[in-house]
């Protein structure tokens, strides 16, 4: 008797604590609030962001349309990465610490070329410490945070997508 009680407390003391950890999905699995059910991404000067940017739309159940046919336009440009050094070894002059950044600029309008959300210019960095005798080569590192740094951006694009109340027709 007394160990029922006991497993059944446990019991409910884990259920109140799952309770409580939030919602979670798996990737490309979530529900949006993004109001755009089709958009068209302009983003001649920006092919890395405009991948992701793509992939996080489509992941949010937005489809891809055509400039006059879409409930939105987006506007990406000025893809930017650039590369700086941080740190250097005292001992031989060798790089230790570097810095990755995307700078990119981005707008939203309707189909009727309405400004929804007017240019905005972003950034992001990361910094890594860089190995060249790593497993990992050099060049490899860089582009995986290129990457990231990017999928970043289209998170944050789309995080701003949500605010926006579109009116379809």
Known sequence: ???????????VFLLLA???CGEWYLRGNRTSAVAIKTAYLDSSSAPRLERAVAR???YSGVSRGSKTGSDAVIE????????????????NGKVREVELGLEVSFSVRDKDGKILVPPEKLSWVQDYIFDENSLLGTREKA???ERE??????QTILLRLE??????L
């Open 18 to 20: 799952l309770s409580g």
């Open 76 to 91: 990406l440009s000025n893809e930017s990465f650039d590369r700086r050094v941080l740190s250097v070894d005292p001992n």
């Open 1 to 11: 008797m007394r160990r029922n009680k006991i497993s059944t407390v446990l019991l």
């Open 149 to 154: 740094l990017a999928d970043d951006a289209a």
């Open 163 to 168: 605010t926006l109340e579109i009116k379809s």
């Open 56 to 58: 996080e739309l489509r």
């Open 143 to 145: 582009e995986v945070i």
